[in-house]
């Protein structure tokens, strides 16, 4: 720390650097902690802790005041050797400066603070003899006195002159407002705005200030004594408690030594006796493995003698396994290669059957071509006779002629006029059916695998007239509301839980709806009141519908709906109607299908690989017919003491037929129902299974990698699930 004795050589750069800039003071301003810094640093720091203002070296808290920084304390005598170290500098860089007298530039000589100018040689000489400026003498820091190296903080506090009054710039203030905050007046200003304030000579209150100072800072060396002598015999305690810690740490290395010789001892006499008892632990170890090696040995080889003979035992067995397993295989491989050869005939006899209609309609149609060729040769030649009497300017030719021409011509118009041999016909061939032979037959349940109660349905009593299912598991319900005027869609699971549900529109109150699966989680649906054809998107809930009647021109009720997937179309069969109406993937009407007189009224109906199977009410018969409606075979009914008529049909996976027959038509009743399987080729009688259920439509259904057969019933909101399981 720099005192007033403190020569000014001696103080180092650092010292006037403040420590938040690293730069030299500018405007310092004292904490209360008297350390120092720039103004504007201060500033900085009051903005970046938000008011919270700490010493950055000490971390004493400071009171900021409203004005930030510049409401702090002025440092002045940082400012005194700040201001020195400037001129000390300008003197010893010979740096040129402007006379303050003359206005030469030069080197200066001297600084006056009084004038606060830098003098050359001259006029530092005039104001060393010049009575005028005999003040300004004790105010002169000659270059001398720089280079002397001895000038001490007092002797340049003692060229500081005393500051002018603000208020009366021309006079010097040699007095103190207390009032203002020890502000230097000077004595005008007491008869002004500082007149009734409390004020001071500023010598006498310099000097009271020093000696009030001179006590405290007596009473400052005398604590600092008391703690440089409490350091000092603090100090020499921890010579003596380190001296004692070092005769305590001897003392116990000594009786280390002792007690550690006492231990090594014993501990030499132990891992003797525990060498003796390892040995005895070994050689007992050796005997005992010598004896457990040849037991082992023993039973490795009654073990080697019981693997070979088990060896024995498990090849005859695979050898067995194998001779039966190429005895099954050969069974199957021979009904395989059998059915080969049957479909191969069948192909054979197809192509023999196909070429023999070929070489018939071939002739036929040249025939046909002869015959018309000739036709248009006589319509020719009747044309260019008729035009050239037509262009005729002789009217006695047109009079004898043309009546001939019209005589001739009226057996051809009228020939004309008659119906054209269909040429399509002649594109027809007959229907090859190729067949591998009986389907497998499937043992049904007799009982339900599952019966549970459809949720929402079995508790708002609607009614279920149709389900179908699709190969990735979705299950549709449809039917009527009984009292409402609308139709259901309901999707549903197996655990009978409601999945989506949607309502449509319906003339009537419990209109019948039925549905069956066409494409990509679609349904194809029917409703019986209005004869509206729909298609339903499992996947997103939506549906939009055609109304049959207004495409085909015709009134009708539908009872009956299926689709064909692999064609691309729908379709429908109408209560007491003998044709099928087929419609396309945009429910556009294409074509109508007629069916045999036997078959009157389809009340369900399903598409199986290119075959029509249709369960008719007015017939009590099922009937499988091709896509023109041509009929194949009638399905054998089941044997039963009482009279049953066909209620369902549905199709499986493998392409077996499945038809419901029932005893009781229209009556939601328990009763003994028939479940039978077709073979889908001759239309044969496969199963016949009886169970007793509410008669409802049924459809297939692949769940858990096997196929069920879905019943529901037609009232009462009931699911039954039947179990289907092949031969084995």
């Known amino acids: 720390m720099a005192t007033a004795a403190t020569i000014l050589e001696d103080i180092d750069d650092k010292f006037c650097q403040c420590c938040l800039c690293f730069e030299q003071f500018k405007d310092p301003r004292q904490l209360p902690c008297l350390h120092r810094y720039c103004g504007r640093c201060l500033d900085k720091e009051i903005e970046r802790t938000h008011g919270d203002l700490k010493c950055p070296l000490c971390q004493q808290e400071a009171d900021v005041p409203e004005d930030g920084a510049q409401g702090l304390k002025k440092d002045f005598f940082m400012n005194e050797i700040i201001e020195f170290l400037d001129i000390k500098k300008s003197f010893q860089d010979e740096e040129k400066h402007e006379c303050g007298d003359c206005s030469k530039i030069v080197r200066a000589r001297s600084y006056c603070f009084k004038c606060s100018e830098f003098l050359c040689d001259g006029c530092h000489e ?141 501990l030499k006499i132990v891992r003797g006796k525990q060498s003796v008892a390892s040995k005895e632990m070994t050689d007992k170890w050796k005997l005992e493995r010598q004896h457990r090696r040849e037991a082992l040995e023993e039973k490795i080889e009654s073990l080697r003698k019981e693997h070979d003979r088990l060896e024995n035992k498990y090849k005859n067995d695979l050898e067995a396994n194998i001779r039966k397993s190429n005895e099954t295989y050969g069974k199957e ?41 000739m036709t248009l040769e006589r319509m020719q030649n009747l044309i ?107 999707v549903i699971k197996l655990d009978g839980k409601m999945s989506k549900q949607k309502l449509i529109a319906s003339n009537m109150s419990g209109t019948r709806c039925t549905c069956a699966y066409f494409r990509n989680d679609e349904f194809a649906i029917a409703t019986y009141c209005n004869a509206n054809i729909g298609l339903y998107n499992a996947d997103n809930n939506s549906y939009h519908s055609t109304d049959l009647r207004t495409v085909i021109n015709k009134e009708v009720k539908v009872w009956c709906i299926t689709a064909d997937e692999s064609n691309d179309q729908i379709i429908v069969g109408c209560q007491f109607d003998p044709v099928l109406y087929v419609l396309n993937g945009k429910l556009q009407f294409t074509r109508t299908i007629n069916l045999q007189r036997i078959i009157q009224t389809p009340w369900d109906i399903v598409v199986n690989n290119g075959t029509i199977i249709i369960c008719c009410a007015s017939s009590e018969s099922a009937y499988a017919v091709n896509m023109e409606g041509g009929l194949l075979h009638e399905l054998s009914k089941p044997g039963s003491r009482n009279r049953t008529v066909p209620f369902s049909v549905c199709t499986s996976n493998n392409g077996s037929v499945y038809v419901l027959w029932v005893e009781q038509w229209f009556i939601s009743v328990v009763q003994d129902c028939v479940i039978t399987q077709y073979n889908p080729d001759d239309g044969s009688l496969l199963t016949t299974t009886l169970v007793r259920a509410v008669p409802g439509w049924m459809a297939a259904a692949e769940t858990d990698g096997a196929e069920k057969l879905l019943l529901p019933s037609c009232d009462g909101g009931m699911l039954r699930v039947y179990g289907l399981e092949g031969d084995q």
């Open 126 to 266: 005039y104001h060393m003899t010049k009575k005028s400026l005999k003040e300004h003498r004790p105010y002169l820091l000659t270059l001398e006195d720089v280079k002397s190296k001895n000038l001490t903080l007092q002797k340049l506090s003692s060229l500081k002159q005393a500051p002018m009054c603000k208020t009366h710039p021309d006079d010097v203030s040699r007095l103190c407002c207390k009032t203002c905050g020890n502000m230097p007046i000077c004595t005008a200003c007491t008869y002004g705005d500082h007149q009734s304030h409390k004020v001071e000579d500023a010598i006498s209150l310099a000097r009271g200030t020093k000696e009030e100072l001179r006590s405290r800072l007596a009473t400052l060396k005398e604590s600092r004594d008391r703690m440089e002598r409490l350091v000092e015999q603090r100090s020499k305690l921890i010579v003596d408690v380190a001296e004692e810690a070092d005769r305590k740490i001897a003392e116990i290395n000594h009786s280390a030594d002792d007690v550690l010789g006492k231990l090594g001892n014993d």
């Open 333 to 373: 491989e021979s009904k395989l290669v059998g059915k080969q050869t049957s479909v191969q005939k069948q192909a054979q006899d197809g192509k023999a059957l196909i070429m023999n209609e070929k070489e018939n309609k071939v002739d036929q149609a040249k025939v046909a071509f002869d015959t018309a060729n």
């Open 384 to 490: 260019e006779t008729g035009s050239n009497i037509i262009v005729s300017e002789n009217n006695w030719t047109v009079i004898h002629n043309a009546d001939r021409v019209c005589v001739a011509s009226e057996p051809l118009i009228q020939e004309l006029e008659g119906e054209l041999p269909e040429v399509d016909k002649v594109l027809e061939y007959s229907q090859v059916r190729l067949s591998v032979g009986r389907a497998e037959e499937m043992k049904i349940s007799d009982k339900p695998l599952i019966e549970v109660a459809i949720e929402d349905i079995k508790r708002k009593d609607w009614l279920i007239n149709g389900v179908a299912a699709a190969p990735g598991g979705t299950v549709v319900i449809t039917g009527g509301t009984k009292w409402q005027k609308q139709a259901h869609i309901s």
